[in-house]
């Protein structure tokens, strides 16, 4: 499993490597992303790491870990 944010990423894997109900082709496609290739998933893990340096950006995956939805 593909680690990121200090926590397992697991769209981040290969599609052997997820398990079965996870699916990536929205998350693919919201990024311009059209198939879940390795040159993909590496270009997704580039535009969410770099989201996360952004300023406020820690703060805000910081709230999303505390939203009790996400419990």
């Known amino acids: 499993m593909i680690q990121g944010f200090g ?3 697991p ?3 290969a599609p052997e490597h997820r398990a079965h109900w996870i699916l990536v ?3 693919l ?3 311009g992303l ?3 290739t390795p ?3 590496q270009e997704l893990e580039r535009r969410t790491e770099a989201r ?3 300023p406020g950006g820690e703060e805000m995956l ?3 870990r505390r939203c009790p939805s996400r419990a």
């Open 52 to 54: 996360r340096l952004e």
């Open 34 to 36: 059209q198939q879940d």
């Open 62 to 64: 910081k709230a999303l």
């Open 11 to 13: 769209y981040l894997a």
């Open 29 to 31: 496609g919201e990024h």
């Open 25 to 27: 082709d929205r998350l």
């Open 7 to 9: 926590v397992e990423v």
């Open 39 to 41: 040159a993909a998933r």
